[in-house]
């Protein structure tokens, strides 16, 4: 399975930016997800990308978030602009073979990474 480690979280202020990278191993995934979850709250899909280039977000990320990869270096990445407390969780990076993760429709996907924080303030 794919190994997935994340990084670039932190602490900012309201309408900061942050950069989130997601490194995978035996890379090749159809689809890389980011996934958030605050505690007492369920995970909920934030932005998908396919691997011919489809794009998916949530409707509470649209037009600040951007998803993208650069294949060489295997990593995936999330900027996040015009961030809001409400963005505040834990943040997830993750892999599967079907479009159904980058639909936020599959909440089992063969690979979850370890996840890093995000604090919006």
């Known amino acids: 399975h794919v190994q997935l480690v994340e990084s670039g979280g932190g602490s900012v202020q309201a309408g900061g930016s942050l950069r989130l990278s997601c490194a995978a191993s035996?890379?090749?995934?159809?689809?890389m997800g980011w996934f958030r979850q605050d505690p007492g709250k369920e995970r909920e899909g934030v932005a998908g990308?396919?691997?011919?280039?489809?794009?998916t977000y949530a409707a509470s990320v649209k037009d600040r978030f951007t998803i993208s990869q650069d294949s060489a270096k295997a990593t995936v990445y999330l900027q996040m602009n015009d961030l809001k407390p409400e963005d505040t969780a834990m943040y997830y990076c993750?892999?599967?073979?079907?479009?159904?993760?980058?639909?936020?429709?599959?909440?089992?996907?063969?690979?979850w990474g370890q996840g890093t924080q995000v604090t919006v303030s």
């Open positions: 035996g890379y090749g995934s159809y689809c």
């Open positions: 993750a892999a599967d073979g079907g479009l159904g993760l980058c639909l936020f429709l599959l909440t089992n996907p063969y690979s």
């Open positions: 990308l396919t691997s011919d280039g489809r794009t």
